[in-house]
């Protein structure tokens, strides 16, 4: 049986996925801490012990995300767009528009017929509507990066937040804190402020139902409601958003 891996090296988080005869049977999510070779090759041990297989078992192995090209024993590399879109294909082959949010970007992806990638656009050169905007967040407003979704869900409605910037957000919120802003309504209306950020990207290029998000803030419900409402639309949700790169990576090693 064919078996292949894909390791998709972001800026927070290293993942391997491992795939046999098309199907996940395996997967790892690590910091990336320094990152490069070391973190790339201890995901992929992980992912491999947890399937029961030796390194000499995979056939090939495709490095994908800002990191790809510091691991030198991958056979290809290959953006994340296309990862993405391959992974997202191979779950929901009819999607016809990608919203990824991961640690350091975030980026719009819309698809043609087979998965292809027709369109993309990426967010500029800074933090903002990605994973590490939150992250100053809640750091900024005491409260764990996990509670966000759930907190900001109690909330009746959003505070404004006017800042994009994570600089001058951070210093609205706290501002708002002063002022004696309940945090869930604070909470609530940073995830609308980074629906606001996406979903103007999504109408850059073109976007169509149906909808798929990866990447880890697609765990944080909060933003998940945030876009939905502001799309007017459901979104697709994989078991594992944040392996969505490494997943289509993998499949792709597999169609070598």
Wanted: glycine share 10%; aromatic share 4%; net charge negative.
């Amino acid at each position: 049986m064919t078996v292949t891996a894909g390791l998709d090296l972001g800026s927070l988080s290293t993942k391997a996925a491992i795939v046999r005869e098309g199907q996940l049977i395996s997967f790892a999510v690590l910091p990336t801490g320094r990152g490069g070779a070391p973190v790339a090759e201890r995901a992929l041990e992980e992912a491999l012990a947890r399937a029961g297989l030796e390194r000499s078992e995979v056939r090939s192995i495709v490095a994908t995300g800002y990191g790809r090209i510091s691991v030198p024993f991958a056979h290809r590399r290959v953006t994340e767009i296309t990862c993405h879109a391959r992974g997202v294909y191979h779950l929901w082959p009819d999607t016809a528009t990608v919203i990824d949010i991961g640690g350091q970007d975030s980026k719009v992806i819309r698809l043609g017929p087979g998965g292809k990638v027709m369109d993309f656009v990426m967010n500029e050169k800074c933090a903002a509507g990605t994973g590490r905007f939150l992250e100053v967040m809640a750091r900024a407003l005491e409260v764990d990066i996990e509670e966000m979704g759930e907190l900001s869900l109690k909330a009746r409605r959003g505070a404004a937040i006017s800042n994009t910037c994570t600089v001058f957000a951070e210093s609205e919120v706290v501002s708002l804190l002063a002022e004696g802003r309940p945090v869930e309504e604070i909470i609530r209306g940073l995830h609308e402020a980074v629906a606001e950020r996406v979903a103007s990207m999504a109408e850059r290029v073109g976007w169509q139902e149906p909808v798929a998000m990866t990447g880890g803030v697609a765990k944080n419900l909060g933003v998940v409601r945030s876009l939905e409402e502001r799309l007017a639309t459901s979104l697709r949700l994989p078991e594992e958003p944040q392996i969505m790169g490494a997943l289509g990576a993998a499949l792709l090693a597999a169609e070598t």
